[in-house]
């Protein structure tokens, strides 16, 4: 699975925007899919998920209430909406998929096999 992020750029605080992830290679459908960012001198971080079965979707809890998973199947594709944004959302972010996944293992980068190229989101106040 090759994994194509983009929808990042610049915005200032209290804005949206949409992150998209476009897969292309083999179908999402089985696949747990989530987000990740990583801000400037600091470690990978979990930001969203969505399992594969089920639907069921998770956040970190600094982005609960502002940031939206989707997925579209038929166009192979995952979502992240971010609303409410805040400087510290500033970062690169990551979108990822994994097989087999099981839910403990949701928020650990090493537990996703596919990676896309992550996309610049800059928060300005």
């Known amino acids: 699975v090759q994994l194509q992020a983009s929808g990042g750029g610049v915005v200032q605080a209290g804005g949206s925007l949409r992150l998209s992830c476009a897969a292309s290679?083999?179908?999402?459908?089985?696949?747990?899919v989530a987000w990740f960012r990583q801000a400037p001198g600091k470690e990978r971080e979990f930001v969203s998920g969505?399992?594969?079965?089920?639907?069921?979707?998770y956040y970190a809890d600094s982005v609960k209430g502002r940031f939206t998973i989707s997925r579209d199947n038929t166009k192979n594709a995952v979502y992240l909406q971010m609303s409410s944004l805040k400087s510290e959302d500033t970062a690169v972010y990551y979108c990822?998929?994994?097989?087999?996944?099981?839910?403990?293992?949701?928020?650990?980068?090493?537990?996703?096999?596919?990676w896309g190229q992550g996309t610049l989101v800059t928060v300005s106040s």
């Open positions: 969505l399992r594969s079965s089920g639907g069921n979707t």
């Open positions: 290679g083999r179908t999402l459908r089985g696949y747990t």
């Open positions: 990822a998929a994994g097989a087999n996944m099981i839910l403990s293992s949701m928020g650990r980068s090493s537990a996703y096999h596919y």
